[in-house]
């Protein structure tokens, strides 16, 4: 350094030790001039654009919190920085790549919500998968991925009307459209999905409807559907058509709940009877046609829940929307007078169950005459009155004033009756052919 180069530092020298902010008119500062100014004034560190390391440990030793006014704090800083305390990362105004990877691992939540760089992000997300941050200028993909692994910072997430259509039809629609067909964990998942895709959101009219024309049952998980919307669901739930904006809104919770119970209803229909049902019907019954019970059960839950849909809202609904349902009962409840029309759907199905009652009302008679046959050849008839005969026939056991239990089987060759004398430990069996 010439003679004059070491005056000028000296003036300047003299100037900061007088004035530390006068740092900030000097031009790439020595680090001699850096120390001068911080040693009279900490917050000086702040006018300094490239202050060297040394200085920069001198402050945070000194006083940390002036060190985050600076944009450019050296790695080594910021180590040792959130090894003293790691809350301070969220002063840190540029992390390095380091620094956020030991947050991420260690306490994740400190860095929870921020947004990054998709490189950044894919880096961070590689330390600790569930790790809740933001990418900006996200892809369909990336979006679907914060969805199922940081659900609330993808519900926080402002998405605009492209981002979300494009995210249900990469994802979500195809899916969708099978949920009643899926098995009930994959349903769940699926919901689950759904859910969160919807959740704080006023999703565009043009998704809703498509939303609707894939499974009628997504109209639940709207939070506000629109009018157009509303009346459609409306049209293909109950067959009624509504286009007042004020009467829709009044009807919106009221048809959430029906579609839902109306899904809910279809899918157990898919299933087989329970093991209970099967017992009770063989018990009961004997002979029985599966589906026809399932129907009737299905018959039953649909025309509750119209009811309470009835009561709620006044409205009614059109009965060939659903196949199967039994015709004297709705007709009764909602005055239903269009059933003359025998091309109708309607017409064919309730042809189809009075045929079917029939065969179940034959069915039945002839296992009566049959157990009434096997009963009267046997000795268990003189153990019983007419009463208890009655009772034996109808639910295919009885128990008697002492005790004693008999009950109806089914051999190869017909049906039998066997005594349980619990009492005295013993078993007599009396057989028929039928």
Known sequence: MDI????????????????????GLVNNPSERLQFAAVRSDTSALGLIKKPSMKVQEYVMKRNIRHLFCIDNISEQIQLKIIRENPNYIGLIKNPSKSVLKIIAKENPVLISGRTFDKKTAEELLQVNPNIRINIKNPTVKELYRQMNYSSKMFVADPLDDHQLTSLYDSFLKERNQDYNNMLSSYRHYLQEELETF??????????????????LGSYTLLEKPSTECTSLVLALATGNKKTDKAQLITLIQPLKNLVKEIEEAYIDSTKPLSSYNIGYLEDQVGNYDEQEVIQRILNRRLEISYLKFYKETGLTFNPTLHEGFNKKNLSDKYNITDFNDKNSIWSRTYDFQQKCNK???????????ALTKALESSNVKTMINDTEKMELLKKGSVTLSDGSMIKRIKTPVGYSFKIFNTAKNMTNQAQAEA
């Open 359 to 369: 065969a179940m009302s034959t069915i039945n008679n002839n296992n009566n005459e």
């Open 4 to 23: 004059k180069t070491s005056l000028i530092e000296l003036v300047k020298l003299i100037r900061i030790k007088s004035s530390p902010r006068y740092i």
């Open 198 to 215: 919807t959740k704080n959101r006023v999703l565009p009219n043009s998704l809703q409807l498509s939303m609707i024309s894939d499974r």
